[in-house]
């Protein structure tokens, strides 16, 4: 069975198909990052006008790169939310309707899902139960997974999400939009004792996040520095900033885990890119003899390989969208 996934939620337009048997067999995507650069963040106008220029043609490369036609296809799958909504249009009417004109089912994905899925495109998918970590530019959530479809959120953000505080954080140190991996390239240099940032809602019970408050230490900071905002310093202040999030991050892993007693953790959304993340994530779960689960680098962010695995996963199941073409903007991953 091979299903063709969509994924236009907000900056990137990726298209990929999966088949059951032998896996991923194309994966096309484009990044909307130099359209919105000069704005300093997604123009939502914009990304939804250029997903109607790209989706189509990336879905004919697609079925190329596969050495697939239209007809071998047995399912569309497509992001429904959460996301901006003029993006979600275009890839729900598109991958809609090219269901209805190949008669295949359609199936409407949870963005998050396909997040929370992606390790499963690796060779070493993690078995269940797990914590999941999403990290993006729009969540941040922590999740226990006993199984598909079965997501009870444990935390979220109350404020910004993790990838947020990274690019407005990247922003005030004049890096371009979305700054998260080029502020991490920068804190590289940085010494790590010069600037101390709060680990925000650690030192109360609970598994909630709070960023904006750490995006406001690093605010303050630059200001009191303005005379002397050389490079260092600002080597300096993305270290300490890119520091006190992951170790929020790490804190609050940690607390689910001994909360559930479940001993697997997967990290997935954007951030789950980010080094520091990762080696200490691993480190802990090294120290706690568990097993870590990340995408490849390439499906942490947003793509259309994650789609259409999650779309596999519940055309196998049987679980299709109607014929209305419905987005959901806001639509909690517990919902499903
Ligand atoms: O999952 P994603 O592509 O889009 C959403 O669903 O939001 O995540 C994008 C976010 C951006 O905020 C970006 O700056 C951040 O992920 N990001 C990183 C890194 N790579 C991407 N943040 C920190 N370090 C990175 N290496
Ligand atoms: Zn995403």
Redesign the pocket.
């Known amino acids: 069975m091979k299903i063709l996934g969509i994924e236009t939620?907000?900056d990137?337009t990726g298209v990929a198909i999966y088949d059951d048997k032998q896996g991923l067999i194309a994966n096309q995507l484009y990044s909307q990052i130099k359209l919105h650069a000069d704005y300093g963040g997604v123009v939502p106008e914009l990304a939804s006008r250029d997903h109607i220029r790209k989706t189509v043609p990336l879905i004919e490369a697609a079925l190329t790169q596969a050495n697939l036609k239209a007809s071998d296809i047995d399912g569309v799958a497509y992001t429904a939310g959460p996301?901006l909504i003029g993006a979600l249009m275009v890839g729900a009417s598109i991958g809609r309707s090219l269901a209805y004109a190949w008669g295949v089912p359609a199936v409407a994905v949870h963005?998050m899902e396909g997040?929370l899925l992606a390790p499963m495109l690796e060779d070493n998918p993690p078995a269940f139960p797990f914590i999941a970590l999403l990290?993006?530019?729009?969540?941040t959530q922590l999740i226990k997974v006993t199984g598909i479809g079965e997501y009870a959120l444990l935390g979220e953000s109350i404020d910004d999400?993790?990838?947020?505080a990274?690019?407005k954080t990247?922003k005030l140190l004049g890096l371009d939009y979305?700054?998260?991996?080029k502020?991490?390239k920068l804190a590289e240099r940085g010494n790590v004792k010069r600037f101390h940032f709060p680990r925000p809602m650690t030192d109360r019970p609970g598994l909630d996040f709070s960023f904006s408050g750490l995006k406001t230490a690093a605010a303050n900071t630059i200001n009191q520095q303005k005379q002397d905002l050389d490079e260092q310093t600002k080597a300096d202040i993305a270290r300490a900033f890119e520091d006190a999030l992951v170790d929020t991050l790490l804190i609050k892993s940690r607390r689910a885990l001994d909360q559930t007693g479940f001993n697997r953790l997967v990290i997935a959304?954007?951030?789950s890119?980010?080094?520091t993340?990762r080696g200490k994530l691993t480190q802990l779960m090294a120290e706690r003899k568990g097993q870590v689960y990340y995408p490849r680098l390439e499906f942490?962010?947003?793509n259309g390989a994650m789609i259409a695995y999650a779309g596999m996963i519940h055309l196998k199941a049987s679980q299709f969208a109607d014929l209305a073409i419905e987005v959901k903007p806001r639509w909690p991953l517990s919902e499903l």
């Open positions: 939620s907000c990137e996301g963005h997040h990290v993006s530019g729009g969540h999400a993790a990838g947020e990274f690019d990247a979305p700054g998260g991996a502020l991490s959304g954007g951030v890119a980010n080094k993340l942490c962010t947003d």
